[in-house]
């Protein structure tokens, strides 16, 4: 059973799964630092990894200390959202180094969209990982980012050292399709095009191909254990419609960590892109980066 403790200040509830260090009360003392102070600004330019036989990856690297944070984004999101850019001048001020990139097909980097594949972005972020970073991570993953945030802790145990989702959508897009009627399914696959309604895009609807759904149900986690043992934070708002805040109870239960906090926030949508939201997302990673130097010390 989760241990839930409301916390009226920051109008969120937090669901504890196994040993952790008190999220909800020290997240709550937390006072906000200066972050976004112009002192704190330095210029991160665009960069390039090149790889063999893969799509050039377009990031920003920002250097510091260790535990580096990753930013792993949404599905068709690029390096320059909001939370993105809020988070490196968090890092920028706590002297830590962060990286931030956009998957093959999408933003600056190389790829066409329509040969993409969750397999595919799967090693974009294992590209970044092995080649783009240094030491340990603290990865930070945004919706679609979440469900291949699990995949590279899994895929590189050694170099993940903790993960904070938002809004996690794992397993989500295949999840459903599958709800849909076999009618639905099927009409899908004949037109080899699935129009999934969403208002955060100016078109009103993703078109995602019917290859790339099929090619997702093998990236599927929360049929079976999650093999991740890290310390795991999950945020997510009830007012979500685009996926659902239980699917973050789901992967909680599923992981196999003893250190895991889910935190739901009654108020915020799909995006935890206000003000509250991205102060929360910071004070979990400062907290984080507090419980890993406990850790090491």
């Given at each position: 059973?989760?241990?839930?403790?409301?916390?009226?200040?920051?109008?969120?509830?937090?669901?504890?799964?196994?040993?952790?260090?008190?999220?909800?009360?020290?997240?709550?003392?937390?006072?906000?630092?200066a972050?976004?102070?112009p002192?704190?600004?330095?210029?991160?330019?665009?960069?390039?990894?090149?790889?063999?036989?893969?799509?050039?990856?377009?990031?920003?690297?920002?250097?510091?200390?260790?535990?580096?944070?990753?930013?792993?984004?949404?599905?068709?999101?690029?390096?320059?959202?909001?939370?993105?850019?809020?988070?490196?001048?968090?890092?920028?001020?706590?002297?830590?180094?962060?990286?931030?990139?956009?998957?093959?097909?999408?933003?600056?980097?190389?790829?066409?969209?329509?040969?993409?594949?969750?397999?595919?972005?799967?090693?974009?972020?294992?590209?970044?990982?092995?080649?783009?970073?240094?030491?340990?991570?603290?990865?930070?993953?945004?919706?679609?980012?979440?469900?291949?945030?699990?995949?590279?802790?899994?895929?590189?145990?050694?170099?993940?050292?903790?993960?904070?989702?938002?809004?996690?959508?794992?397993?989500d897009?295949?999840?459903?399709?599958?709800?849909?009627?076999?009618?639905?399914?099927?009409?899908?696959?004949?037109?080899?095009?699935w129009?999934?309604?969403?208002?955060?895009?100016?078109?009103?609807?993703?078109?995602?191909?019917?290859?790339?759904?099929?090619?997702?149900?093998?990236?599927?986690?929360?049929?079976?254990?999650?093999?991740?043992?890290?310390?795991?934070?999950?945020?997510h708002?009830?007012?979500?419609?685009?996926?659902?805040?239980?699917?973050?109870?789901?992967?909680?239960d599923?992981?196999?960590?003893?250190?895991?906090?889910?935190?739901?926030?009654?108020?915020?949508?799909?995006?935890?892109?206000?003000?509250?939201?991205?102060h929360?997302?910071?004070?979990?990673?400062?907290?984080?980066?507090?419980?890993?130097?406990?850790?090491?010390?």
């Amino acid at each position: 059973m989760a241990a839930w403790v409301p916390c009226r200040r920051w109008g969120w509830a937090a669901a504890f799964f196994g040993r952790h260090r008190g999220l909800s009360a020290s997240l709550a003392r937390k006072t906000p630092r200066a972050w976004w102070l112009p002192a704190c600004r330095q210029k991160v330019s665009l960069s390039f990894l090149n790889r063999t036989d893969l799509p050039n990856l377009a990031y920003k690297k920002l250097k510091g200390k260790n535990p580096g944070i990753i930013f792993i984004p949404g599905y068709l999101s690029d390096m320059n959202g909001t939370k993105a850019l809020a988070i490196e001048e968090f890092c920028k001020s706590l002297g830590h180094a962060y990286i931030r990139f956009d998957y093959s097909g999408v933003g600056n980097s190389d790829g066409n969209f329509a040969e993409c594949s969750v397999g595919k972005w799967r090693k974009d972020v294992l590209s970044i990982l092995d080649d783009v970073a240094e030491g340990p991570q603290i990865l930070v993953g945004a919706s679609f980012g979440g469900w291949l945030m699990l995949h590279a802790a899994i895929a590189r145990p050694e170099k993940v050292v903790a993960l904070i989702g938002i809004a996690t959508a794992a397993d989500d897009m295949v999840t459903q399709f599958r709800a849909l009627s076999v009618e639905a399914q099927k009409e899908v696959e004949v037109k080899g095009e699935w129009s999934l309604p969403s208002k955060y895009i100016p078109e009103g609807f993703y078109r995602i191909p019917y290859g790339f759904i099929k090619e997702a149900e093998h990236h599927c986690l929360l049929h079976s254990p999650i093999p991740v043992t890290c310390p795991v934070r999950l945020l997510h708002g009830m007012k979500d419609d685009i996926v659902p805040w239980h699917t973050s109870l789901q992967v909680a239960d599923r992981v196999i960590s003893p250190d895991v906090d889910v935190i739901i926030r009654k108020h915020s949508d799909h995006r935890m892109k206000e003000k509250s939201d991205i102060h929360l997302i910071v004070c979990t990673i400062d907290d984080l980066i507090d419980t890993l130097s406990t850790a090491v010390h």
